[in-house]
């Protein structure tokens, strides 16, 4: 894979991700393979956010590749807390490790982090935005469990403003044609509209609703997704959220008998604890394939950069705030130089997707 970094899904083509499903594929079907395929190498695991199946899937995943890991679950235990850059640290890193892989609440940072390194990153979260490897996992999932992209009728329930992991699905499908997406919210947590601008031009359907019992008899696979209480600015906001959207056994009388049930995890109260019975749940499933696929990633970008590169690259220093987006890294790490695209025929933020304003 030609691929330097992996900051979203879209960074790599369709043929790249085909081949990462083989080979992950591969390795649950011949483990023994590729239990030494990433010996003497070392990843580094920068988690500024908390996290257990994303953190322990890719240290698991670089271990079963008879690699080693370093690095840091609290960045309170790191210099960080010193008040070290971003930079910094992305530099001293990419001296230590062969890939390096980042989760951090500022929006745009894992790019932040490529710009600085000379060796592989990886976005492991960042903020509200973007969670590609979990989108490896739940297409990976969607392959195995209905063996197609397309011509699929997909609920995502939940909060569907702050889930990253829904941005980055729904980002990935804009790719393929023939889907229905169900988004299931309320009005406060709807798919922002920048995700949604994405889909003009493809042959995929859009249908907001407030309302799971209304469409779960159509759904081939149902997404459902935890209420983010960290993202939201106060607890009572929090709790005028929360509850609403609940899967029991009851509503699922009316669902397809090969209804797919995913979940990114954690999961807190939206799926009633009997429904992780129902052999239509394959959230754990889900889980595990997340490590397969997280073993492709990290042998791919190993074997595509066997060297590091320079990580001595100049920008500019900025002249002024441009994103608007208060969470977007370029307004925290304030070296990070003036970057924009066109999305969609709008302008926006290189870090973090906001509309520049
Ligand atoms: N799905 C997911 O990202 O889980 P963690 O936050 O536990 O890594």
Redesign the pocket.
């Known amino acids: 894979m030609k691929l330097q970094h992996l900051i979203d899904f879209n960074d790599i083509t369709t043929d790249e991700y085909d081949e990462l499903c083989r080979l992950a594929s591969d390795i649950i079907n011949a483990p023994h393979r590729y239990s030494a395929a990433c010996s003497g190498r070392v990843m580094a695991t920068l988690f500024y956010e ?6 322990l899937s890719f240290q698991t995943a670089m271990l079963r590749l008879g690699g080693t890991v370093i690095g840091f679950a609290d960045p309170n235990s790191s210099s960080v807390a010193k008040g070290e850059s971003l930079r910094d640290t992305v530099k001293i890193i990419s001296g230590y490790a062969d890939i390096g892989v980042i989760r951090n609440p500022m929006e745009g940072a894992a790019f932040a982090a490529s710009l600085y390194s000379g060796i592989p990153f990886i976005n492991a ?1 960042d903020g509200r935005h973007l ?1 590609p490897t ?1 989108t490896m996992t739940d297409m990976f999932t969607i392959k195995r469990e209905k063996g197609r992209y397309e011509g699929l009728n997909i609920g995502l329930c939940g909060d569907l403003k702050n889930g990253r ?1 829904v941005h980055s699905l729904l980002r990935a499908f804009t790719r393929y044609n023939g889907n229905r997406f169900f988004l299931i919210s309320t009005k406060e947590l709807r798919v922002p509209d920048y995700i949604l601008n994405e889909f003009s031009g493809s042959d995929n359907e859009i249908i907001m609703t407030d309302n799971m019992e209304e469409v779960i008899d159509g759904l081939d696979i149902l997404y459902m997704t935890r209420i983010q209480r960290e993202r939201f600015g106060s607890e009572a906001d929090y709790r005028r959220q929360s509850g609403i959207y609940v899967l029991t056994p009851d509503k699922l009388k009316s669902a397809k008998p090969d209804l797919t049930i995913m979940h ?3 999961k807190v109260d939206e799926i009633a604890y009997e429904v992780d019975d129902d052999p239509r749940s394959r959230y754990f499933e889900q889980a595990e394939n997340g490590m397969y696929i997280r073993m492709a990633l990290i042998l791919s970008l190993i074997e595509g950069n066997p060297q590091r590169r320079s990580s001595r690259r100049a920008y500019p220093l900025p002249t002024r705030r441009f994103c608007s987006n208060p969470i977007c890294v370029s307004n925290h790490e304030h070296y990070l130089p003036e970057m924009t695209k066109t999305v969609g025929g709008e302008l926006v933020c290189a870090y973090c997707d906001y509309k520049i304003i």
């Open positions: 908390p996290s257990t199946r994303t953190q979260g969670h979990q992991t990114p995890l954690p």
